[in-house]
């Protein structure tokens, strides 16, 4: 017994031509058509909206931030991590990285920029830290600052010569308010600038 083949219907119509001739077909492909216009629309757009930010807030520049909180006198290491921020949003004097035995000159909260002011340099270890009045005419001061003391000396002390001489040099600024400055100095400069403080008048310079 023969088998029958079961012979399936073809439109006699050219394939570019079959859409029209079926409503429903040609819906389907015109709804495919405008979805199509409408992802490419919406991506084309995130893409400008994205390069655009790119370009108001410019390029990122790495920066050290807090990754917990630190009191003033607390070490940062491993309590800091690095970030990549917009150039425009960085601090001026933020750090990329830590100096060795670095500790904090104030509280940092977490997320927080690590700023030189912030940090009490490892090139200060083994330095004293003193005290000085600021004088009628204080310099606005922020830690981490460096300066160089001098010193006028009253003539009466001073066989009847006015005499100025630098006492500190590079002195790094701990702390400072409207009545003191704690500076660090080296060991071998603690004398002559407590000798100063007392018998002189001192005069801070900023320096860098």
């Not at 790495?62 to 960085?90: D, H, K, M, N, Y």
């Not at 927080?112 to 083994?126: K, M, N």
């Not at 006028?152 to 009545?179: C, E, K, N, Q």
Request: overall charge positive.
């Amino acid at each position: 017994m023969g088998r029958i083949r079961a012979s399936v219907p073809r439109s006699r119509l050219p394939l570019h031509r079959r859409p029209l001739a079926d409503p429903a077909a040609l819906r389907r492909w015109l709804l495919v058509v405008l979805l199509a216009g409408a992802t490419g629309l919406l991506v084309s757009r995130s893409v400008a909206a994205a390069e655009a930010a790119r370009h108001r807030w410019g390029d990122t520049r790495a920066v050290l931030v807090a990754r917990r909180a630190r009191a003033a006198g607390e070490p940062l290491a491993g309590a800091t991590r690095v970030v990549r921020w917009p150039a425009a949003l960085v601090p001026r004097d933020a750090l990329e990285r830590l100096p060795a035995g670095a500790r904090a000159t104030g509280p940092i909260d977490p997320g927080a920029p690590i700023t030189r002011s912030l940090v009490d340099a490892a090139d200060d270890a083994g330095r004293r830290r003193v005290a000085l009045p600021v004088g009628s005419a204080p310099l606005p001061l922020d830690p981490g600052d460096r300066v160089d003391v001098w010193a006028t000396t009253d003539p009466s002390f001073a066989d009847g010569v006015l005499a100025t001489r630098r006492v500190a040099a590079g002195a790094v600024v701990a702390s400072a308010d409207h009545a003191s400055v704690v500076v660090a100095v080296a060991p071998g400069e603690v004398a002559e600038l407590a000798e100063a403080a007392a018998l002189a008048t001192l005069t801070l310079v900023a320096v860098g």
